[in-house]
């Protein structure tokens, strides 16, 4: 089976950096039509100058929905169609905190910028991925949080949450236009939201390392290779479904690793293990 994007349009929002822009990458690379949707307009002109012709680059607030349907416009205007969509942007927002210091705007914004502009942008692309026919993929980029409780991130947590309600449901709804939709679900990520060099104390890089079971945190590159595979025909017969993209961390649960590399379920494994 060829791996290819072929003639086939694709959107992804926030694509400007981190997992949004590896995965416009690996997209374009595979010789799919690229659509990008970024809010940032230098991150905008970095991307025209890399992508062909005849991508279509849009600095875009997917949080608003006159753009997002100014946007589904253009992408009819020139295309007639849509393949893949991406609904790549969230964010933690820098709120962490317990919830009874969180405010009711902390967490509207938390719902605006985790979930409620994928539904907005979500809606408007279905006609268009309609009028490609059959084979389209929707992939929905969530969080492992979606999947686990986070303490001091309820409100994030929780549009995560809702974030793979959102995706089952939407894969029911879109079966009979033969529209996939699926999720993935990253685990801490070293990117532009979450820069490791800033989050990781130094000399402290191999404690932190021993959290995640594969021994290192996630690199964007990760998550646009899962991408791939929901874009593309090879995961034909795949919707509804999550592809956690973690280094095995769900899996571990409870259990932690020592310094010997063994693996116990008591307690702190080392106290001064603090980053």
């Not at 029911?172 to 990520?189: F, G, H, K, Q, Y």
């Not at 961390?249 to 063994?262: M, V």
């Not at 494994?269 to 980053?275: F, K």
Request: aromatic share 6%; net charge negative.
């Amino acid at each position: 089976m060829k791996i290819t994007l072929e003639g086939k349009v694709a959107l992804v929002t926030g694509g400007g950096a981190g997992i949004g822009r590896a995965i416009v990458e690996a997209f374009s690379q595979l010789g799919g039509t690229i659509v990008v949707a970024e809010v940032n307009p230098e991150k905008c002109e970095a991307l025209k100058a890399v992508l062909g012709a005849n991508d279509l680059v849009v600095q875009c607030d997917v949080t608003d929905e006159a753009r997002v349907a100014a946007l589904a416009q253009q992408v009819q205007d020139k295309y007639g169609k849509l393949h893949v969509l991406v609904n790549n942007v969230g964010h933690h927002l820098g709120v962490f905190k317990p919830i009874t210091e969180l405010t009711g705007e902390e967490w509207d914004a938390q719902h605006v910028i985790n979930l409620r502009h994928m539904f907005l942008v979500t809606r408007a692309m279905i006609p268009l991925m309609r009028a490609a026919g059959p084979g389209g993929s929707i992939i929905n980029l969530s969080s492992i949080e979606g999947f686990r409780g986070c303490p001091y991130n309820v409100a994030y947590t929780t549009m995560k949450h809702a974030v793979t309600g959102f995706t089952r449901a939407m894969a029911l709804e879109l079966a009979s236009d033969d529209i996939r939709v699926n999720l993935i679900a990253p685990e801490t990520t070293n990117s532009e939201q979450v820069p490791l060099q800033f989050v990781i104390k130094p000399g402290m890089e191999a404690d932190a390392n021993r959290t995640i079971p594969l021994n290192r945190f996630g690199t964007p590159e990760d998550h646009a290779g899962a991408a791939v595979y929901l874009a593309t025909d090879l995961s034909s017969w795949v919707s509804g479904t999550t592809m956690l993209v973690d280094g095995g961390g769900l899996a571990q649960g409870t259990f932690k690793r020592t310094p010997d590399g063994k693996w116990t379920v008591m307690g702190a494994v080392r106290e001064s293990a603090s980053y």
